[in-house]
């Protein structure tokens, strides 16, 4: 069982114990990572891996922290990813709390033959404070499919947003 973020780098099975702030990056195929119905403060990432899963649970990023940090999903599955499934997921993304800062995106899959299923999807927006004031962000798309994405699939999922729109790409 896993206590604390890490990098996920040997194939297998795991399983959040606990609540856990911080960041989880697998690099690995054949993951089965069952968030076990707790809470993930941080993002996601799968990369250079095939036959991913990731289930079962909410990742809460905090608001982002600069314009680069705002650039980062919640959950990202990259282009070197092949078959990751996101299945079960609650992505609720803190709201922006600086001027001209934009929202952070729900799942960003740059990845091919990805499954979104059963997941329900918040995109940060912009606080109520930072929006009345002269140069407010952009809030957060709820997916975004990158150019090089392929095969991709959403099913049974709630998409919503507070700033930019539901999908885009």
Request: hydrophobic residues 40%.
């Given at each position: 069982?896993l206590?604390?973020?890490?990098?996920?780098s040997?194939?297998?099975?795991?399983?959040?114990?606990?609540?856990?702030?911080g960041?989880?990056?697998i690099?690995?195929s054949?993951?089965y990572f069952?968030?076990?119905?707790h809470c993930?403060t941080?993002?996601?990432?799968?990369?250079?891996?095939n036959?991913?899963?990731?289930?079962n649970?909410h990742v809460?990023?905090?608001a982002p922290s600069s314009t680069?940090?705002a650039?980062q999903?919640?959950?990202?599955?990259?282009?070197t990813?092949?078959?990751a499934?996101?299945?079960?997921?609650?992505?609720?993304?803190?709201?922006?709390?600086a001027?001209?800062r934009?929202g952070r995106a729900?799942i960003?899959d740059a990845?091919n033959n990805t499954?979104?299923?059963?997941c329900?999807?918040?995109?940060?927006?912009?606080d109520?404070t930072?929006?009345?004031?002269?140069?407010p962000?952009?809030?957060g798309?709820?997916?975004?499919?990158?150019s090089?994405?392929?095969?991709?699939?959403?099913?049974n999922?709630?998409i919503?947003?507070?700033?930019a729109?539901?999908?885009?790409t």
């Open positions: 069982a206590v604390r973020a890490t990098t996920i040997s194939s297998g099975n795991y399983c959040l114990a606990n609540d856990v702030t960041d989880f990056v690099t690995t054949c993951v069952d968030l076990n119905s993930v941080g993002k996601i990432t799968v990369q250079t891996s036959d991913v899963v990731v289930a649970g809460n990023p905090a680069n940090d650039a999903a919640a959950v990202t599955v990259a282009a990813a092949n078959f499934v996101l299945n079960n997921l609650t992505i609720a993304c803190a709201n922006t709390t001027t001209s934009n729900g960003n990845g499954q979104i299923l059963g329900t999807i918040t995109s940060g927006g912009v109520s930072v929006a009345a004031s002269a140069t962000g952009a809030g798309s709820g997916v975004i499919f990158a090089d994405a392929t095969n991709c699939l959403i099913r999922c709630v919503q947003n507070t700033g729109g539901g999908l885009a």
